[in-house]
């Protein structure tokens, strides 16, 4: 059985900086190759929510619930198209603005960045 002393020893050995880099390093080409591209393609559409928000004056404590609609279209946009993701970008739309969301904000967000145009 280790010895509290020991325990500390291994512990500290594995959380040293160039262990985690060597660790980290390792876990890397188990990554999906695409995860630089679904990073880069979240991030922009986070800009363009930016860009409208900025455009509709919506005051900067009060646009997480639309930074939040914004991710949940983005990833029925990632899982569905067509019909399918019409459709869920509508439910989603209801549920924001059912929470708060200015309705016209968040359609032009639907329009803008996924092209897809929601009724109210």
């Known amino acids: 059985m280790r010895s509290s002393e020991q325990r500390g020893a291994a512990y500290a050995a594995k959380t040293t900086p160039a262990t985690v880099g ?29 860009q409208i928000l900025d455009a509709a004056a919506v005051l900067r404590i009060a646009r997480g619930p639309y930074h939040a609609a914004n991710l949940e279209m983005w990833k029925a946009k990632a899982q569905t198209s067509g019909p399918a993701l019409a459709k869920e970008i509508q439910n989603i739309y209801d549920k924001w603005v059912a929470r708060g969301c200015a309705a016209l904000t968040v359609a032009e967000m639907a329009l803008e960045i996924y092209g897809v145009t929601v009724t109210p």
Request: net charge negative; proline share 3%.
């Open 22 to 50: 060597l660790i980290v390093a390792a876990r890397l080409d188990n990554m999906p190759s695409a995860y630089a591209a679904y990073t880069n393609d979240v991030i922009e559409s986070q800009g363009q929510v930016v």
